[in-house]
């Protein structure tokens, strides 16, 4: 019998190791950038048309290469940061393993120049499928110029894979601005399409966080300092009335890495305690510059995941770090219950109270409030168990009338007892479906749910899931062939978004005007506002479009398309939320406009938008 095992030709060989390192654009990107990076280059720029797809190219001023250097960079494992095992342990540098240019080459048409400042000529070099097709002399400037063209040209399923151009260029830009934060004190620029989006001057942190993420973020920065024995912890947070919906805004970087652990951001969590609503996120950028021994960064090819050799301690530290940094700046509450207007169970009616002794007044004495006679206290009990309980006399009768239905002289009618004593409510027909005025008003529970009246038992619908609905379906016509109206403004508007936002917002903005808004490029990254949808008047304009921004970039995973995915951040941004209290006529023209959707059934997102209890189901769940 032949051998079977035999050794897989190079060029297969860097394909495999690719898919492992080149994933999408965005690894492209980072891996080039951080090589500019450890070339000691001060000034990079990035390139990129067609969100990477046609070509991604890093132009930097570095130490460039030697002729011999270049050719051995495309060389799998070749690398200059490390030369034995041990040093593994002792890493300084962004990259070490060796594998970026083997693997980009193996699935791309990759060009490169470079020339080291003493030489007087520069190499080019030009590779497609591991093989080198040319290599020359050539006139360049110092540093090094990497072109990568037509990635996955060679892989026609890998590129079939790749997302929409908005979707790669939502990686290509967190790609660009982690490595851009890590580096303050360099300067970055990103062009795509001929456009610039980027263009970052050398500074301190902070003015890299503004230049990034827009001048709003920098009255909401609280820096955060500490430096131990084992680790320094740098860097600013938000304060908790800056979070987002989303993520995105949430850095870590580890001896100027970044990284990813959910771990971590667990412990920056737990350190807000409290002062976060529900399923929101803190904005923070945190470094942790620790000793190289203690961690181990060569867990994954994209060294995004690192190992701690102490991760508890690690947690600690941060938790009570970020916690001290908010504390300082009379962030978080204090801890005087009598002082506290948060734990104040009933506000004091009287503006300070009298001392009762002649010593000086405390604090405590203005702000306590005053206690009860026990007399008072146990009237006042009363009065509350008799309001809890007040209604409840027609129990008897209720009862009375249960006793004749088990004997079969009553009927369904008397489950129809009164909830709420109103005029007129909405009904159901159940063989038409449709609905019409009855005897009841619909109510609200918590501020959540509407309580509709129909012939069989009652709906129980989720206002926000309906409003949701309601205004997908009419966004989704505004773009189709109806736009909505425009309530024009005396004043126009100028606003100012971040970078990304604005390139965004900039490539929708055709889609966004067709939703009722009015607003033209201003040049750079501002924009004007004209006009704002007539049904939003009095909503805040730079408010309701930062929302549909960050919708529209949570949705864009999905793959909804570009006037699918903006009618559903449209829907989501301006539909009615859950505690917000409605008029009766409101909750009315809200039933009778969902179930004139043509899917009344649930939310753009799957939610159910109402559940039916039938009184059958009802009486059931009575009966023992």
């Not at 021994?293 to 938790?319: A, G, S």
């Not at 750079?524 to 009095?538: E, I, R, S, W, Y």
């Amino acid at each position: 019998m032949t051998d079977v095992i035999q050794l897989l030709p190079d060029n297969v060989a860097n394909q495999i190791a690719a898919g492992e390192v080149v994933q999408r654009p965005s690894s492209v990107v980072k891996e080039l950038m951080e090589n500019a990076i450890d070339a000691g280059a001060t000034q990079i720029k990035l390139i990129v048309r067609d969100a990477g797809k046609t070509l991604i190219q890093i132009v930097d001023n570095g130490c460039g290469m030697s002729e011999t250097d270049a050719r051995m960079s495309f060389e799998r494992h070749a690398t200059s940061k490390i030369r034995e095992s041990k040093d593994l342990f002792a890493i300084h540098t962004m990259g070490f393993r060796g594998e970026a240019l083997a693997s980009i080459a193996a699935v791309a048409q990759v060009e490169m120049r470079t020339r080291r400042a003493t030489d007087e000529l520069g190499t080019r070099i030009a590779v497609e499928s591991s093989m080198v097709k040319a290599q020359e002399p050539c006139q360049t400037p110092a540093g090094t110029s990497i072109a990568v063209k037509n990635l996955f040209y060679n892989v026609p399923a890998r590129r079939n894979f790749l997302k929409s151009d908005p979707v790669e260029m939502r990686h290509v830009l967190d790609e660009f601005q982690r490595v851009a934060m890590a580096n303050p004190d360099l300067f970055f620029s990103l062009h795509h399409n001929d456009q610039e989006i980027f263009h970052l001057p050398p500074g301190n942190l902070r003015q890299r966080i503004v230049k990034v993420f827009g001048d709003a973020v920098n009255k909401k920065l609280v820096p955060v300092q500490e430096e131990t024995d084992i680790l320094k912890i740098t860097g600013f947070v938000g304060k908790p009335d800056y979070f987002k919906k989303t993520r995105g805004e949430q850095l870590f970087f580890v001896n100027k890495r970044f990284i990813k652990s959910s771990y971590l951001h667990h412990a920056v969590v737990n350190a807000y305690e409290d002062l976060l609503p529900a399923d929101t996120f803190p904005f923070y950028v945190l470094f942790l510059d620790i000793d190289p021994m203690r961690i181990d960064i060569n867990v994954h090819p994209t060294k995004q995941e690192i190992k701690f050799d102490d991760e508890k301690l690690v947690y600690n530290y941060l938790k009570v770090t970020v916690r001290h940094a908010l504390g300082s700046h009379n962030i978080t509450p204090t801890l005087d219950f009598e002082q506290e207007p948060a734990f104040q169970a009933t506000p004091t009616k009287t503006p300070f109270l009298k001392p009762q002794s002649d010593r000086p007044p405390s604090v405590s004495d203005y702000s306590r409030p005053p206690k009860q006679p026990d007399d008072q206290r146990h009237a006042d009990n009363l009065r509350h168990w008799q309001d809890l309980y007040e209604g409840l006399a027609a129990v008897d009768k209720a009862d009375a009338q249960q006793g004749e239905m088990e004997r079969g002289t009553g009927s369904n009618e008397i489950l129809n007892f009164e909830v709420r004593s109103s005029a007129e409510t909405t009904a159901m027909d159940d063989e038409s479906g449709s609905f019409s005025k009855g005897q009841k008003d619909p109510y609200q529970i918590h501020g959540q749910y509407i309580v509709s009246h129909i012939k069989s038992g009652f709906l129980l619908i989720d206002q926000q899931a309906a409003s949701e609905r309601i205004l997908y379906e009419r966004y989704l016509d505004a773009l189709g062939s109806q736009p909505i109206a425009t309530q024009k403004m005396l004043f126009p508007r100028t606003i100012e978004f971040p970078a990304a936002d604005a390139a965004l917002l900039r490539d929708i903005l055709q889609e966004v005007n067709c939703l009722g808004f009015e607003i033209a490029e201003f040049g750079g990254n501002a924009f004007v506002v004209h006009g704002t949808p007539a049904d939003l008047a009095g909503v805040s304009e730079e408010t309701l479009l930062e929302k549909v921004l960050e919708q529209y970039k949570d949705n864009l995973e999905l793959e909804l398309g570009t006037q699918d995915n903006l009618a559903r951040a449209m829907a989501r941004s301006a539909a009615v939320k859950r505690g917000q209290p409605l008029a009766i006529s409101e909750m009315q023209d809200l039933i009778d406009q969902l179930f004139a959707c043509s899917v009344p059934y649930s939310s753009p997102s799957g939610r159910n938008c109402f559940i039916t209890f039938e009184l059958t189901e009802l009486q059931k769940r009575f009966t023992r």
